[in-house]
């Protein structure tokens, strides 16, 4: 009677705390919010974006908390983070009216991901800071630091992966939009 008693009480408190333990590894996903325009920019090349992140070598860019605030599971690191970042600038720059140029030319833009991080905890967060250099006739024109950030209030919570794949996209349009 007693182990009963005890089972049922550990099982409740099992399911209330709403603790599971896992890991989400994300899939980069990424929808423009340039319109696209018909006028033509000029012709840009851009680099591939250099993975300069401190702590890219642990394979995880942030936690997975339960309904106390215990970490529960990591977010792993998704794969291809600078060819997601490089092509979504791309997309967007030809969006604005740029031609994507296949070798170097006059107009050279380069890049850099400083951080990438993502949590959740009744919310989805996710940072992204990216360094941007443009370089026009071999001088730098703009050499600036961008930061995208989301925090999206979901309660029920019912699918971390969406939530955090979500939070991923809206700060490196974020930052992008700057």
């Given at each position: 009677m007693k182990i009963r008693f005890f089972a049922v009480v550990a099982i409740s408190v099992f399911f209330l705390t709403g603790c599971a333990v896992f890991n989400a590894k994300p899939n980069l996903r990424y929808s423009t919010i340039i319109p696209r325009s018909n006028s033509m920019g000029g012709s840009i090349y851009v680099n591939d974006f250099k993975d300069s992140r401190a702590d890219?070598?642990?394979?995880?860019?942030?936690?997975?908390?339960?309904?106390?605030?215990?970490?529960?599971?990591?977010?792993?690191?998704?794969?291809?983070?600078?060819?997601w970042v490089t092509n979504a600038l791309k997309s967007e720059l030809k969006n604005a009216g740029y031609e994507i140029a296949d070798s170097k030319k006059d107009i050279v833009l380069?890049?850099?991901?400083l951080r990438l991080s993502a949590s959740?905890?009744?919310?989805?967060?996710a940072t992204i800071y990216l360094k941007v250099s443009v370089v026009k006739?071999?001088?730098v024109v703009i050499d600036k630091t961008y930061k995208g950030e989301l925090n999206k209030l979901d309660i029920l919570q019912f699918s971390y992966k969406k939530g955090i794949e979500e939070a991923l996209m809206a700060s490196l349009q974020q930052a992008i939009k700057q």
């Open positions: 890219k070598d642990k394979g995880i860019v942030g936690e997975i908390s339960n309904g106390y605030g215990i970490k529960c599971g990591e977010i792993e690191e998704p794969s291809n983070i600078t060819a380069n890049g850099e991901i959740n905890f009744y919310s989805y967060q006739n071999g001088a």
